[in-house]
């Protein structure tokens, strides 16, 4: 989740020491007890927990592995969240869950430095696993650091830098934690961390959908650098020995300002963007007009909104495919776009309204298996009034009939037909 502008320069003399580190001697033998101590004396590991930043994409904070070996002289930062925003289509990609991050070592100094620069704190976890283990570790960076091996295929739940060090750090080992088996979905998780952010939480919320408001279980909690700190503080391997051997402090906590971002909230938007649409349905009403201009406009926004939430039904992330608030932002308002306005402007109303209609509804019920972005009920409400004006005056009463049916204009022009 660190992000870095442009990718960093890798150090091929890091993957130099790696590969000569002599790993590879106690590849394919167990350790006598000798060699165990002395890759315990040499080899530590550590997991790097770091402050959440102010950017959207550091909100949830980052976590990378801190590799030791006294021996080799290698002192560096394992650290799987290089990306490189510069790269074409990068939002578009992220967007359809084909983003690729990078596998990076980075000088330990360098890395802390470069954290305490962005006023974000780094905790270590010292690691206490079996010899056997550091060096299966050791090998398993040495592959992971290979040019081929160092780009993956990224997602925000599921495969990102935090899961990628705690798979990295316990390989075949298992542990067991503390935490309940069921907890918060990932919108919750989510939230925790944008709660002071409502309109990030917004975009967030808009594109996450059904699948993003189920129970997850503790892996999939460890998406969250925190989580997984807390879940290794009290974690528990090979049945009896703790996981964590010592907890310090690299870089201090900071007590950094909350970014300020648009002063209004997104219900406060909502609610001054729905007086405007039932004003404008009050006054047509009342003025036995349309406004074929303002549905124009309406349905536009309605409608390339709804061709963002078709598009992530192709996305490769798996919470976003299957997103009810569709019904909301429905991507049948650009279809019917020309048809509806082209009826309001000979004053006849179109089926659209009744389908619009019936899409609310179900999106009301939809309330019951999903967690909407904030302020959609107030909008979807609002449109509901619109699409039953609409419904109910299928004929706009400003055009008189006679302009509407040429049979009748005629007659009206036959002097034979006029009284005296």
């Not at 167990?30 to 550091?58: F, H, M, N």
């Not at 394992?78 to 983003?99: E, P």
């Not at 925000?156 to 542990?175: E, H, Q, S, V, W």
């Not at 598009?311 to 798996?318: D, N, T, V, Y």
């Amino acid at each position: 989740m660190k992000h870095l502008k442009g990718i960093l320069r890798l150090h091929f003399w890091l993957f130099l020491l790696f590969a000569g580190a002599g790993t590879n001697t106690y590849a394919q033998t167990a350790l006598t007890e000798e060699e165990a101590l002395r890759v315990d004396s040499t080899i530590s590991i550590g997991l790097l927990t770091c402050q959440p930043g102010q950017e959207a994409y550091s909100l949830y904070g980052h976590t990378a592995i801190h590799y030791v070996d006294r021996e080799k002289g290698i002192d560096v930062a394992v650290n799987y969240g290089i990306f490189d925003m510069s790269k074409s289509h990068f939002v578009l990609r992220f967007i359809f869950g084909l983003t690729d991050y990078l596998m990076g070592i980075q000088p330990f100094d360098y890395f802390c430095g470069a954290y305490a620069y962005e006023r974000r704190g780094i905790v270590e976890q010292e690691l206490n696993i079996p010899a056997e283990e550091k060096i299966r570790f050791a090998q398993a960076i040495e592959e992971n650091y290979r040019p081929e091996n160092r780009v993956y295929r990224y997602n925000i739940f599921y495969n990102n830098c935090t899961t990628k060090a705690r798979d990295m750090i316990l390989g075949p080992m298992k542990a067991a934690y503390q935490r309940q088996p069921d907890g918060p979905s990932f919108r919750e998780l989510t939230h925790q961390y944008t709660k002071d952010h409502p309109w990030t939480e917004l975009g967030n919320d808009l594109l996450l959908g059904l699948k993003a408001d189920r129970p997850t279980n503790v892996s999939e909690q460890q998406f969250l650098p925190f989580n997984l700190m807390d879940d290794f503080e009290s974690a528990v391997v090979a049945d009896t020995m703790k996981l964590v051997s010592a907890t310090k402090t690299i870089v201090p906590m900071f007590d950094n300002p909350v970014e300020k971002e648009f002063p209004l909230s997104p219900t406060v938007c909502a609610l001054l963007v729905a007086l405007v649409i039932v004003g404008i349905t009050i006054m047509e009403f009342m003025k036995r007009r349309r406004f074929w201009g303002f549905d124009l406009v309406l349905l536009l926004l309605i409608g390339f909104a709804g061709l963002i939430l078709t598009a992530m039904i192709f996305s490769q992330h798996p919470t976003v495919n299957l997103n009810l608030q569709i019904l909301l932002l429905n991507p049948l308002a650009i279809v019917c776009l020309w048809p509806v306005v082209r009826n309001e402007r000979k004053g006849r109303s179109h089926w659209f309204w009744k389908a619009c209609a019936l899409c609310l509804l179900l999106f009301f019920a939809g309330n019951l298996l999903q967690c909407y972005a904030e302020g959609t009920n107030i909008l979807a409400l609002s449109l509901l009034i619109h699409c039953i004006e609409r419904i109910i005056n299928r004929k706009n009463p400003s055009i008189p009939n006679n302009q509407n049916n040429p049979n009748t204009q005629s007659n009206h022009n036959n002097p034979i037909n006029r009284q005296s």
